[in-house]
């Protein structure tokens, strides 16, 4: 099993042509992804984000919902393990 967060790409750029990078932002954490896979991407589109490449495009709605999902899960986990 694999899991994807949602990025908001912010920039992108190709430093020193090993590939087609991207800033993305997690929830305000700033990070350098790949983005090789997703070649035509622009700043402001969301995209789901797993060991360091950009896999899908997502909307807005869909990445809003996902990161939803991922925090009801930590609390859950911080709920059980405080038992």
């Known amino acids: 099993m694999c899991l994807a ?10 430093p020193d042509d ?11 954490v700033i990070k350098e ?6 070649p035509d991407l622009k700043p402001g589109e969301y ?3 797993h060991a360091g490449f950009a896999i899908s495009r997502v909307d807005e709605k869909e990445a809003e919902e996902t990161i939803k999902s ?7 986990i911080i709920k059980e393990m405080k038992k």
């Open 5 to 14: 967060i949602p990025g908001k790409i912010i920039e992108i750029y190709n």
């Open 18 to 28: 090993t590939g087609i990078k991207a800033k993305a932002s997690f929830g305000g």
């Open 33 to 38: 992804i790949y983005t090789d896979w997703l």
């Open 47 to 49: 995209v789901m984000v």
């Open 70 to 76: 991922i925090l009801e899960a930590e609390e859950q």
